[in-house]
């Protein structure tokens, strides 16, 4: 798997986030379910393949590579959902999310891409193959 810079993360989200800011838009708003949105369930493995899919992002990222191996997830993982990711609360001001929200959020922030339609089978497959890696996860402490 490829190592990232942790400084390297860390520019990308903090050019996201001064974005965000100087277009005066609220950030929480695009990883936010429209009303009425019911979460569908979602093809495994189409999930898994999207997951380590660098045309997802517009920097070269995949999901996998980050989160390969359990990496990058913290303690809160381990929880159900919806619950606090430090950060969605910390950059886009949401107190608690829900896994396809977090799943938004890491496509906006590290992967510096557009929200996937909240309607479509790509969120629904990266959503449901996200909660099978969340069945095996250990927090490390
Ligand atoms: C550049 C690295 C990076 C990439 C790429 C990335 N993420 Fe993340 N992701 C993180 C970090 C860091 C966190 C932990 C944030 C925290 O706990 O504050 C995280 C958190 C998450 C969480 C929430 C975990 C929890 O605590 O509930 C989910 C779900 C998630 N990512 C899914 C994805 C998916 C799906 C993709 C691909 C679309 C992706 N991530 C791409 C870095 C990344």
């Known amino acids: 798997m490829v190592k990232l810079a942790p400084a390297a993360v860390f520019a990308v989200f903090t050019a996201l986030v001064s974005a965000a800011a100087h277009a005066g838009a609220d950030p929480?708003?695009?990883?936010?379910?429209?009303?009425?949105?019911?979460?569908?369930a979602g093809d495994v493995a189409l999930g898994e393949k999207l997951f380590n899919d660098t045309k997802l992002s517009t920097n070269g990222m995949s999901c996998a590579s980050c989160h390969a191996n359990h990496g990058a997830f913290q303690a809160s993982f381990a929880k159900p959902?919806?619950?606090?990711?430090?950060?969605?609360?910390?950059?886009?001001?949401?107190?608690?999310?829900?896994?396809?929200?977090?799943?938004?959020?890491?496509?906006?922030?590290?992967?510096?891409?557009?929200?996937?339609?909240?309607d479509s089978k790509e969120?629904?497959?990266?959503?449901?193959?996200t909660a099978t890696l969340q069945k095996t996860f250990k927090p490390a402490r």
């Open 81 to 118: 959902y919806p619950h606090t990711v430090a950060m969605a609360r910390d950059q886009l001001g949401r107190k608690t999310v829900y896994l396809d929200e977090m799943v938004q959020g890491c496509m906006v922030m590290p992967m510096a891409a557009k929200p996937l339609p909240w």
């Open 123 to 129: 969120l629904a497959a990266l959503t449901t193959y």
């Open 28 to 40: 929480g708003a695009q990883i936010t379910r429209p009303p009425g949105y019911k979460p569908m």
